[in-house]
């Protein structure tokens, strides 16, 4: 049975930082692709950040591109979001997802605030 569990969100003063660590079991993250993605209140799940472990490409959406950094520990079987400088229009629910083609294995996330 394949989990992602997230971890690491919390509460944080603005321009503060915190490291999300997404760990698999059932799951090999080598040769998949591992994505974050977040959901704030009233609003569609959007995508974050990707890593794909062939080639070691990263994605960055926009508005987190230069402030987010994806990131991978194959012996830990774990990917990272460290998340530098927040605002408060990061407050959301963090997922992250894994697949090879499209995201067919999601975590439970953790919950992001970011106070002003």
């Known amino acids: 049975q394949v989990q992602l569990v997230e971890s690491g969100g919390g509460l944080v003063q603005a321009g503060g930082s915190l490291r999300l660590s997404c760990a698999a079991s059932?799951?090999?993250?080598?040769?998949?692709?591992v994505g974050w993605f977040r959901q704030a209140p009233g609003k569609e799940r959007e995508f974050v950040a990707g890593?794909?472990?062939?080639?070691?490409?990263?994605h960055y959406t926009d508005s987190v591109r230069g402030r987010f950094t994806i990131s991978r520990d194959n012996a830990k079987n774990t990917v990272y979001l460290q998340m530098n400088s927040l605002k408060p229009e990061d407050t959301a629910v963090y997922y992250c997802?894994?697949?090879?083609?499209?995201?067919?294995?999601w975590g439970q996330g953790t919950q992001v605030t970011v106070s002003s």
């Open positions: 997802a894994a697949g090879l083609g499209e995201y067919n294995y």
């Open positions: 890593i794909r472990w062939i080639g070691h490409t990263l």
């Open positions: 059932g799951l090999t993250f080598s040769g998949y692709g």
